[in-house]
């Protein structure tokens, strides 16, 4: 049976004091078996929460990763300094790293590429723009995300791979996709899995919504057939909403 995720991305916000109570807050309450629980704090505080969640379920996990191994990259981190402080997972792809940083489908082939190669876990984050979505178009956008920035990788390992289907006009909007909305992406994601890898990994991959998910949404979106859980942005940053839209699963 495939994973039920929970991840929260903070995205640029919260100093080290508050990321710490806001992590100490998550950790005190029960986190349920059934849910896989992941926090993607600012870089610059996940060796302290990787060591602070040592022997804890929750998992700690970036929000970015350079393609490179290493090298004249300024700013950047590599998937060894990662896995040099133990985090085993990242986000890649978010619309946001899109949008402002020059992700492209083609440049996510090569971070996907590192991630597999260094055994890190990818949360693979992709969707549709308003545009996209207005002019009907947003079934071809996806494939094609999913096509160039992750299939044409030779060689998947799967057992590493989560899916985040975020369409873009969702996000820190206040505005989710209708819970028939997101199934129906859902659906097709899986759908697109299957015919290039079968049947057995389309059922066993995890695809998680994300925009605009709350306390509030979050029951109706998770009862959904192919929706196995949320990337949830501005909810994840108070402790009792988060917890909230875990145990909503
Ligand atoms: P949001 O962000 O929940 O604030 O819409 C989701 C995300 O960007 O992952």
Redesign the pocket.
């Known amino acids: 049976m495939r994973q039920k995720i929970v991840a929260g ?1 903070w ?1 640029m916000n919260k100093d080290v004091h508050e990321s710490m109570e806001l992590l100490r807050a998550i950790q005190s309450a029960p986190i349920p078996e059934a849910v896989r629980v992941m926090i993607a704090p600012p870089t610059l505080f996940l060796d302290r929460m990787a060591e602070a969640t040592q022997g804890h379920p929750l998992q700690v996990v970036s929000q970015n990763m350079n393609a490179a191994a290493s090298g004249a990259f300024t700013g950047e981190i590599s998937a060894e300094m990662l896995k040099s402080i133990s985090i085993q997972a990242t986000l890649l792809g ?3 790293r899109r949008a402002y940083y020059n992700e492209t489908n083609e440049s996510l082939t090569k971070k996907v590429k590192t991630a597999q190669e260094n055994g890190i876990e990818i949360i693979f ?1 992709f969707g549709e723009e308003l545009a996209d979505r207005k002019s009907n178009k947003h079934f071809e956008v996806v494939a094609e995300q999913l096509e160039t920035g992750l299939f044409s990788t030779e060689a998947l390992d799967w057992k590493n791979i989560i899916l ?1 289907y ?1 369409p873009v006009w ?4 206040g505005e989710t996709a209708s819970p028939q909305q997101a199934q129906e992406m859902h659906a097709f994601i899986r759908s697109q899995i299957q015919k290039r890898f079968g049947g057995a990994i389309a059922e066993a991959t995890s695809i998680l919504y ?5 306390p509030s949404n979050a029951v109706e979106l998770f009862s959904q057939a192919d929706v196995d859980g949320g ?6 940053l108070q402790a009792e909403d988060f917890l909230a839209i875990v145990n909503a699963i």
């Open positions: 991305n995205k978010h619309s946001e984050c985040a975020e969702a996000i820190g909007t994300g925009g605009s998910v709350k990337l949830i942005g501005g909810a994840s």
